[in-house]
């Protein structure tokens, strides 16, 4: 005969022992709160399949560590940095699909092996090849869009707006480098950009 886990509770019987006694987890969590769970020693997956999110486990106390062992990385950026979720490893595929580029992964010391995953042959040539000296970067402006080189470097090194926009910049990009706004007009941005991304500016077309 099963003996409801608040009787248990009520003659002194320990978290611990019912847990160990074959005590669900569904049961287990109407009586604990998240933080007397995971001094239980509940592996977070279970804890994921009873409904419970990264945020309440990291705020129960669970580490990285065993947040990742449960978690995709999409739910992990709810509990830490983007940086930070760079540095645990989880595959490219997975990265790209929550938004993170070839270059953010690239920095993060992802391998050439490993960003061939996920991303085109011409991005990842890309990154292989753009800190090597001498390496002609604007005939290969295609691979830094695809592999999304920040804007503002390129335009620091004399590549021009029109340049990056044919090759495949999107117009937020060149917005956040720092082109001017004749030199944007130039290369056909129109003036809903400058409402989206300069909204506080007025733009006098000739």
């Known amino acids: 005969m099963g003996f409801a886990l608040t009787s248990l509770l009520e003659i002194g019987a320990s978290p611990g022992n019912l847990w160990k006694a074959g005590y669900q987890t569904k049961s287990m969590l ?4 998240s933080t007397e769970r995971q001094k239980l020693g509940y592996p977070a997956s279970k804890l994921k399949e009873a409904g419970c999110s ?30 930070e979720l760079l540095k645990l490893g989880y595959p490219a595929s997975e990265l790209k699909d929550i938004g993170f580029s070839a270059f953010d992964l690239h920095s993060a010391g992802y391998t050439t092996a490993q960003l061939q995953e996920a991303f085109t042959a011409v991005a990842v040539s890309f990154m292989d090849h753009v800190m090597t000296g001498g390496f002609p970067i604007r005939r ?67």
């Open 30 to 33: 109407e009586v604990f709160t």
């Open 54 to 83: 990264a945020v309440n486990l990291h705020t129960a106390g669970y580490t990285t560590a065993q947040l990742q062992e449960a978690f995709p990385a999409k739910s992990m950026l709810e509990v830490v940095t983007s940086v």
């Open 140 to 206: 290969h402006l295609k691979g830094a869009a695809e592999a999304r080189y920040p804007a503002v470097t390129l335009r620091q090194i004399g590549c021009r707006a029109a340049e990056l926009e044919a090759a495949g910049y999107r117009w937020e990009d060149l917005f956040q480098a720092g082109f001017g706004d004749e030199e944007l007009l130039h290369a056909g941005a129109q003036m809903w950009h400058f409402k989206k991304w300069r909204p506080n500016q007025t733009i006098i077309r000739y």
